[in-house]
């Protein structure tokens, strides 16, 4: 029978780090939808993982911030258009991101959103705590509910990366 992993404790506390990895996308839109394909391939085996939690997310901008609540790091996983090749999956942090995940051109960018739930006083994770692992799409405009074929098979790569961020943060100080 497999144990469970430990969970990490945050130097000088008695609670756990809390992570958040979170997949960023729209299932009814082609290449949209690869964060959630990604979270998708990776739920059940960070299942074991009593201090991460996997979900989904379908906004951005302040609904964003709000969701970031309560977590000492987070990993977001999303779409970009950026002009590399489709598929190419690429790690950020929040001010290097130029992305704004939202249907609305009234809403804020992460960073803005960070900011304005910081000056509110929430419990968010430290931005150096924070990651966005995207991946180059070729179509975020046609309804589909299939990726387009590089897009697709970048997925097992964000995956990869997504366990490396939390090996890594697992095995730092």
Known sequence: MATQPASLVTEGTQHPVRTLVLG???????DDSVGLRVVQELRAELAAYS????????????????RLVGYDRAILIDAICAGHAPGTVRVFSPETATTRHSASAHDVS?????????QAGAALPRREAIRLVTI???DVETFGEECTPAVADSV????DIVRELLATWRSGP
């Open 24 to 30: 960023l996308g729209n299932p009814l839109v082609s």
């Open 51 to 66: 201090d991460v939690e996997v979900d989904e997310e379908y906004c951005g901008g302040l609904r964003l911030m709000e």
């Open 110 to 118: 992460l960073v803005v959103a960070l900011a304005l739930g910081c």
């Open 136 to 138: 180059e799409a070729a």
């Open 156 to 159: 097992g790569r964000a995956a």
